[in-house]
Nanobody, 129 residues
Framework: QVQLVESGGGSVQAGGSLRLSCTVS????????IGWFRQVPGKEREGVAA????????YYIDSLKGRFTISQDNAKNNVYLQMNSLGPQDSAMYFC??????????????????????WGQGTQVTVSS
């Protein structure tokens, strides 16, 4: 099993920034992709960003590239999501997930019904206008 715990969510005004953290523990060898996903009520969970834990190569959903940055610490126990220039459309529950995949990009952008992995409980981000 892989355990993931998110933190860093909260309320911020439009234009502000937040940094989310995902602490990863357990059998971390089971995962080579760690990603951030978000979901609003009534909508499907969508990918935000992912990182390949071996190479630290980042992947982003195109619409978010430039505002969001994913990174990991050297020990690979923590993955961060720096979010800048936030707008109300970024309000959502943000989830951290981990899985072993041949393509972190495909895992990130794939349909939610086909997306496997270990998941955290989520952290709420609310952006007010």
């Amino acid at each position: 099993q892989v355990q993931l715990v998110e933190s860093g969510g909260g309320s911020v005004q439009a234009g502000g920034s937040l940094r989310l953290s995902c602490t990863v523990s357990g059998n971390t060898y089971r995962a080579n992709c760690i990603g951030w996903f978000r979901q609003v009520p009534g909508k499907e969970r969508e990918g935000v960003a992912a990182i390949h834990t071996d190479s630290a190569y980042p992947y982003y959903i195109d619409s978010l590239k430039g505002r969001f940055t994913i990174s990991q610490d050297n020990a690979k126990n923590n993955v961060y999501l720096q979010m800048n220039s936030l707008g109300p459309q970024d309000s959502a529950m943000y989830f951290c997930a981990a899985d072993r995949q041949s393509s972190c990009r495909m895992w990130l952008s794939g349909h939610p019904s086909t997306r496997s992995g270990y998941w955290g409980q989520g952290t709420q981000v609310t952006v007010s206008s």
